[in-house]
């Protein structure tokens, strides 16, 4: 069984930046995507980014030019550095993963950008 487990997230003003981290355990033979999503309060959620398991990155729009997606195949984690935050980036950001053809969930990290 693989876990997900999400980090970084916290209270950072408009404009600030802050750096995601989501780290999996568990046995694991074969990484594929992985990626980030968000959800805030009264909304459906949403996709962030994506990471190819070969490294290829896909923004959202809403993201775009102001996120990087990052990853780390030899410590099975996964990175979300944000820059020029602004207050609708508030969500609860969840890392998912594709490991062994199966697909896991973090349980979450809490982002709030302050205006």
């Known amino acids: 069984q693989v876990q997900l487990l999400e980090s970084g997230g916290g209270l950072v003003q408009a404009g600030g930046s802050l750096r995601l981290s989501c780290t999996a355990s568990g046995t694991i033979l074969r990484i594929n995507g992985m990626g980030w999503y968000r959800q805030a309060p009264g909304k459906q959620r949403e996709l962030v980014a994506v990471?190819?398991?070969?490294?290829?990155?896909n923004y959202a729009e809403s993201v775009k030019g102001r996120a990087t997606i990052s990853r780390d195949n030899a410590k099975t984690a996964m990175f979300l550095q944000m820059y020029s935050l602004k207050p609708e980036d508030t969500a609860v950001y969840s890392c998912t993963g594709n490991f062994d053809f199966k697909d896991y969930w973090g349980p979450g990290t809490q982002v709030t950008v302050s205006s």
């Open positions: 990471i190819t398991g070969d490294g290829r990155p």
